[in-house]
């Protein structure tokens, strides 16, 4: 019996140049290796993300059947349009203590735009990504199985891309009603789970793959039977220019200690999973792939040419220097078709 094929893309904002060029990497050589043009979702049973990592995800498993390379294409033109600087807004937001940094219009545009009047459930492979509603202070997961069950779940793509990257201080909170008059206001993913891959894991285990997807694949598999690519948005080596931060008050923290919070969150979820197939016949089968930011920052709404330029590189080189481990993700992707 085949393997189920998992992604899971980390949270980010910008930042999702890093995963963004890894997909395209991956879509590349697939097709390559299968001598035809392929697009990511036919070789991935399962796509879950969160935040930047929810609209890539999306944009993957949409029915417009969008490229990787359409993809990273639009993540490198378009990230200026979304965190586009107002000088009267930022004063009166008091660089974001008052109120949201930037404007969710552009945002809005640019996600009707790719995705119109699509909903969930029409996704070309399962896709989950995530959420938190403040009315309920409650965890979401939109998910487009259950999305095809039950209409009340079953939100346009637009308006989830939304909810799932309204990061605090940056955006406001998007308001979702669904058919039976439900409101949420939901924010940034990311509050809870910036890496989704043991949401992802936990997910995959409660999927009848065999019955939703293929006669080959396993219902409900367990670690043994799955192959988990987690994708990050880069990392560096700490926190040294937080230093001045030691003697500060709360509004000088605000903007880092969202990014300190979702790299704990992160490198936690990334330490129980290796635990979880390290105790498996298939501990090979979990790759975590997460590029040392060398030249990058790790802010997420940096969207200068100079920075997406750095991102675009430091996602390169660390291709450059994991080809072995990527190629190997390649024909296990292949092989699990």
């Given at each position: 019996m085949k393997k189920v094929r998992i992604l899971s893309i980390d949270g980010?904002?910008?930042?999702?140049?890093?995963?963004?060029?890894?997909?395209?990497?991956?879509?590349?050589?697939?097709?390559?290796?299968?001598?035809?043009?392929?697009?990511?979702?036919?070789?991935?049973?399962?796509?879950?993300?969160?935040?930047?990592?929810?609209?890539?995800?999306?944009?993957?498993?949409?029915?417009?059947?969008?490229?990787?390379?359409?993809?990273l294409e639009l993540y490198k033109n378009c990230a200026d349009k979304i965190f586009k600087k107002n000088i009267i807004r930022r004063i009166?937001?008091?660089?974001?203590?008052?109120?949201?940094?930037?404007?969710?219009?552009?945002?809005?545009?640019?996600?009707?735009?790719?995705?119109?009047?699509?909903?969930?459930?029409q996704t070309l492979k399962p896709f989950m990504t995530t959420s938190y509603d403040l009315i309920r202070a409650k965890e979401i997961f939109f998910d487009s199985i259950?999305?095809?069950?039950?209409?009340?779940?079953?939100?346009?793509?637009?308006?989830?891309v939304i909810a799932t990257s309204s990061a605090p201080v940056y955006f406001n909170?998007?308001?979702?009603?669904?058919?039976?008059?439900?409101?949420?206001?939901?924010?940034d993913g990311g509050i809870f789970a910036n890496n989704p891959a043991l949401i992802a894991y936990a997910e995959a285990r409660n999927i009848n793959f065999k019955k939703n997807l293929?006669?080959?694949?396993?219902?409900?598999?367990?670690?043994?039977?799955?192959?988990?690519?987690?994708?990050?948005?880069?990392?560096?080596?700490?926190?040294?220019?937080?230093?001045?931060?030691?003697?500060?008050?709360?509004?000088?923290?605000?903007?880092?200690?969202?990014?300190?919070?979702?790299?704990?969150?992160?490198?936690?979820?990334?330490?129980?999973?290796?635990?979880?197939?390290d105790s498996s016949k298939n501990k090979w089968n979990y790759y975590r792939l997460n590029p040392r930011l060398y030249k990058s920052s790790l802010d997420l709404d940096n969207k200068s040419k100079e920075n997406i330029q750095n991102l675009f590189s430091d996602a390169q080189e660390f291709i450059k220097s994991n080809k072995d481990k990527l190629d190997d993700i390649v024909l296990q992707l292949i092989e699990n078709h």
């Open positions: 980010g904002g910008v930042k999702g140049v890093i995963p963004a060029v890894i997909c395209e990497y991956l879509e590349s050589e697939i097709s390559k290796k299968v001598n035809r043009k392929v697009f990511l979702h036919e070789y991935f049973d399962f796509i879950v993300g969160t935040s930047t990592g929810g609209i890539l995800g999306a944009l993957y498993t949409s029915p417009k059947y969008h490229s990787a390379q359409e993809v009166s937001s008091f660089g974001g203590i008052l109120r949201p940094r930037y404007s969710t219009k552009a945002l809005e545009e640019l996600a009707n735009s790719l995705f119109g009047d699509i909903h969930l459930s259950n999305a095809k069950k039950k209409p009340i779940k079953n939100f346009k793509l637009k308006d989830i909170a998007k308001k979702l009603i669904s058919l039976n008059n439900d409101i949420y206001n939901c924010i293929d006669f080959n694949k396993p219902s409900f598999p367990e670690a043994d039977y799955m192959i988990l690519v987690s994708i990050g948005t880069g990392k560096k080596d700490g926190y040294k220019s937080y230093e001045h931060l030691k003697t500060k008050g709360g509004a000088k923290w605000i903007i880092p200690i969202i990014d300190i919070l979702f790299s704990a969150q992160s490198n936690t979820d990334n330490f129980i999973l290796k635990k979880i197939f």
